[in-house]
């Protein structure tokens, strides 16, 4: 028979194991473009990187307010290499990487939500967030897709790149441009989508 001693010690284990969240995870949050690197598609008149930091903040703070770990390939409007992006998210443990972009179309009608994944193992967050977007965005759907992008192919981590709206089209570049309020949307409905998939 156990002592008294004994059984105590392993029920103080085994609720410490329940109440013990696992290892923190990271959030590798990856704002595209920036610097000379303006973003989007030749002509197009809204750039891109202003709108991909805000967004890239933003959801480092809703994040943050979760209590989950936030790393920024950029905090500011200056350049980034893609392959100091994928640097600085390959050195996490326990991390994704989330890259904040938007679409860009000579076809100012075209419009939707993409989300990009290249390995496996990134897919299920993909779609997680994904259909956060779609659900915040009301946009057309055009789909979770896998490409080769180089800063989800060259990252050892979960990694998916996602594009919220084409700033090429106008109604949307003016959602985009002249509501912050939107822009919070989109980046409470990336983190949605993250911690639907981990928490």
């Given at each position: 028979?156990?002592?008294?001693?004994?059984?105590?010690?392993?029920?103080?284990?085994?609720?410490?194991?329940?109440?013990?969240?696992?290892?923190?995870?990271?959030?590798?949050?990856?704002?595209?473009?920036?610097?000379?690197?303006?973003?989007?598609?030749?002509?197009?008149?809204?750039a891109?990187?202003?709108?991909?930091?805000?967004?890239?903040?933003r959801?480092?703070?809703?994040?943050?307010?979760?209590?989950?770990?936030?790393?920024?390939?950029?905090?500011?409007?200056?350049?980034?290499?893609?392959?100091?992006?994928?640097?600085?998210?390959?050195?996490?443990?326990?991390?994704?990487?989330?890259?904040?972009?938007?679409?860009?179309?000579?076809?100012?009608?075209?419009?939707?939500?993409?989300?990009?994944?290249?390995?496996?193992?990134?897919?299920?967050?993909?779609?997680?967030?994904?259909?956060?977007?779609?659900?915040?965005?009301?946009?057309?759907?055009?789909?979770?897709?896998?490409?080769?992008?180089?800063?989800?192919?060259?990252?050892?981590?979960?990694?998916?790149?996602?594009?919220?709206?084409?700033?090429?089209?106008p109604?949307?570049?003016?959602?985009?441009?002249?509501?912050?309020?939107?822009?919070?949307?989109?980046?409470d409905?990336?983190?949605?989508?993250?911690?639907?998939?981990?928490?």
């Amino acid at each position: 028979m156990k002592s008294p001693g004994l059984l105590f010690a392993l029920v103080l284990t085994a609720v410490l194991c329940i109440a013990l969240p696992a290892k923190a995870l990271t959030v590798v949050v990856d704002a595209g473009h920036g610097g000379q690197d303006r973003g989007g598609a030749p002509g197009q008149r809204v750039a891109e990187k202003p709108y991909t930091l805000d967004v890239a903040l933003r959801l480092a703070s809703t994040l943050r307010a979760n209590g989950i770990r936030v790393v920024l390939t950029r905090e500011g409007d200056y350049f980034v290499g893609l392959r100091q992006r994928c640097d600085i998210a390959n050195a996490q443990r326990n991390a994704v990487f989330v890259s904040v972009h938007f679409n860009g179309a000579p076809r100012i009608a075209a419009d939707g939500v993409e989300t990009y994944y290249y390995s496996s193992q990134s897919a299920a967050l993909a779609a997680s967030v994904h259909r956060r977007l779609l659900a915040a965005t009301g946009l057309e759907d055009r789909h979770v897709r896998r490409r080769g992008f180089f800063v989800i192919r060259r990252t050892v981590i979960p990694s998916i790149l996602v594009e919220p709206g084409f700033l090429s089209n106008p109604q949307t570049a003016e959602r985009v441009s002249g509501s912050p309020a939107f822009r919070q949307r989109l980046a409470d409905a990336i983190a949605r989508g993250i911690m639907d998939r981990f928490q």
